[in-house]
């Protein structure tokens, strides 16, 4: 019978054998799985002896483990935010780097209830934690997707960790009721909680958050990420048509101080940002993810921005900006004409030297012409 500290050793060396990343690792998480403990454990029973009835089903767990299947799947659940979330074929394995975007928009959401949509929602890790940590702050959380099957899952996550949330299924907006608040209407504002619910206000979004599918067709990926989703995956020839679709009718979808908040490939910045210029966004900030380069296929750059009901003043402050940097640039370039001298004296002189004839030349003050 093997101890534990062979049976980790033995099945790290078959994983590594197998090409997989990471292979001690590995074999610590799906060990730790059958053992039904975890890996910081393992560390403490080195010399403890593992049955039969044990090995067969890591011996299992290894076989799928070295033909490509996720580590996530094997193990059936994912850490996010602190918390573990079931996480099968359904739908995309949540990212480390989506929970900045979490961050982010915790950072943005005011102090009061706000109503929230999740839309592409997968296995429901963005909504279901805003619901979590915003408690009284969460009025409703809405987690949308195109897939039944991932909305099954979605559920599944947010009852198990006691989230309060509904669900819809939706071609991106298609299913979801779109109700506005006069705003000239006597009493929008001030009226009761179900009056407001009634006149529309409150059937807008204060926060629409979104990590749609933005891979080109086409892009090699990795064995293990190919067993995604295909739909939660690739978003068109180009890989951002899903995103130009959500942009053209999210605006319409919020309250007035509401914002969005999206995660995109890390080289779509720049046409992401003239599509939601295109549809009247005013652009916020961009971020990327924790190491700011691209380490795999999924890696993200986030972008919030808010609706822009005044462009004309938009594009005022851009021109103002201009001529503020124009005229620092002229005062620079005056600044710098002080200051040089004369390369036989140690006077600042704008001008020729009258004295050998030379023109002043850029140095610092002092005898040293250099």
Known sequence: MKTLLEVLQAGTDYLARQGCDEARATMQHLLAHVLHCNRTALYSQFDRPVEEAELAPLRELLKRRAAGEPLQHLLG????????????????????????LVEMVLK???DHPVRILDMGTGSGVIGVTLALELKERAGEVVLADISPQALDLALENAMRLGARVSTIQTNLFANIPQEK???????????????????GRNKLFDVI???LPYIAEGEKLAPEVMKDPHTALFGGPKG???IERFLARARDYLNEDGFVALEIGYDQASVVTQ????????????????????????????LLFTPCRRRAFWLTDKAIWYWI?????????SSRAAAYRCPCATERLPEPCLRCQNRPRPGRTGSSPF
């Not at 996480?87 to 480390?96: G, N, S, V």
Request: proline share 6%; charged share 35%.
């Open 108 to 110: 943005k959401i005011p």
């Open 275 to 302: 599509i939601m210029d295109g549809y009247g966004y005013n652009y916020i900030e961009v971020l990327k993810d924790m190491s700011g380069v691209s380490r795999s296929a999924i890696v993200n750059v986030i």
């Open 181 to 199: 608040t006069d705003p000239h209407a006597e009493d929008a504002d001030s009226a009761p909680e179900g009056e407001k619910e009634e006149n």
């Open 240 to 242: 951002w048509e899903i």
């Open 77 to 100: 659940v994912t850490e996010f935010f602190r918390r573990d979330f079931l996480t099968d074929a359904r739908a995309l394995i949540p990212r480390p780097e989506t929970e900045e």
């Open 325 to 333: 940097t124009v005229f620092l640039r002229k005062r620079e370039t």
């Open 209 to 211: 958050v979104a990590n």
